[in-house]
């Protein structure tokens, strides 16, 4: 099922913990309608994840029609594809196992961009009013800093 309504990346600041080894995790996962992938309140790794899709949602604004990225989870099988289809639209595949479509949207580049920076601004204001540091949250911050460029 295709849907033209708007996704949004939720990140839950309140549910991060940081594990003993450095590594932050906490609830991160993607709304559209009524659907939540991949489930309402997934548990994982946010700032990592969210450095990668901001870099990889970066590649595809400045990638020709016809190219895709994936944005990955660290747990579990699921990921995303995000298919430029048009100069300013992408098609957001949502896959469980790489090959079953659970649903897709889609959206403007715009869009998709901007909340990803939501996300992560929420995230490195909560990361900045515990004290945390590590390389991950510095490249997540770079990622957002070069994603903020692309919606200027």
């Known amino acids: 099922m295709t849907s033209a309504n708007r996704i949004e990346v939720i990140v839950d600041v309140d549910s991060l913990a940081m594990y003993s080894s450095g590594n932050i995790v906490g609830d991160i996962f993607i709304t559209e309608k009524m659907n939540s992938f991949p489930d309402q309140y997934w548990f994982d790794f946010p700032i990592i994840i969210l450095g990668w899709w901001n870099r990889a949602v970066e590649r595809l604004s400045k990638a020709k029609i016809g190219s895709t990225e994936i944005l ?75 994603l903020k460029e692309l919606a200027l």
């Open 72 to 146: 990955y989870f660290m747990d579990g099988p699921f990921r995303v594809n995000a298919a430029k289809i048009e100069n300013k639209k992408v098609k957001l595949s949502f896959l469980k196992y790489d090959r079953v479509e659970v649903f897709t949207s889609i959206v403007d580049m715009a869009y998709l961009i901007e909340q990803l920076l939501n996300a992560s601004r929420k995230l490195i204001r909560k990361i900045n009013n515990k004290g945390w540091s590590s390389e991950d949250i510095e490249e997540l911050r770079r990622s957002a800093k070069n």
